[in-house]
């Protein structure tokens, strides 16, 4: 069976309902919380296969040379296909183009921040931060704040 490809392109204020669904499924869905307070479609990438969002990874930049990632999630059920990698690699050559330098990401799972820094070079920073609002796991009361050169 051949896998079909995915595609990484800009969402459409139509793809803001199947963002929802997916972030819902990593209890990323509360934008408009303390936690999230925005998260523009101008500011993320989708991925997208036979016309259905399959995952959301986002970011904003905090000055000239830095930036953070945002939230990024996979369907359950398209996991483990490099669909994260895809969105993650888009998402680094964007910010690289527009001159960002740094990138952080927080993380509340080691798995995931392992997988950053296995597979994209980041680093841990040292910072845990703080959760103000129930997100993501609701076993990790902190982020894990990671880091990487572009």
């Known amino acids: 069976m ?13 793809d803001w309902p199947r963002i929802l669904e997916i972030l819902e499924q990593a209890n990323f869905h509360r934008i408009g919380s303390r936690e999230m307070p925005s998260f523009p479609l101008s500011d993320c990438f989708v991925a997208v296969v036979a016309g259905r969002v ?41 910010l690289r183009k527009q001159g960002i330098k740094t990138l952080y990401t927080n993380v509340d ?13 980041y680093k841990p920073t040292g910072k845990r931060i703080p959760k103000v609002e129930p997100f993501g796991r609701s076993d990790m009361p902190e982020w894990i704040n990671i880091v990487v050169t572009l």
Do not use: S
């Open 2 to 14: 051949v896998k079909p490809a995915v595609e990484i392109r800009r969402p459409g204020q139509d």
């Open 54 to 94: 399959i995952g959301v990874a986002g970011y904003r930049v905090l000055d000239p040379k830095t930036a953070k990632t945002t939230l990024m999630a996979v369907d359950p059920d398209c996991r483990g296909q490099a669909v994260g990698a895809a969105l993650q690699n888009v998402r680094q050559d964007f």
């Open 109 to 121: 799972d080691p798995r995931v921040a392992a997988w950053y820094q296995r597979q994209f070079g």
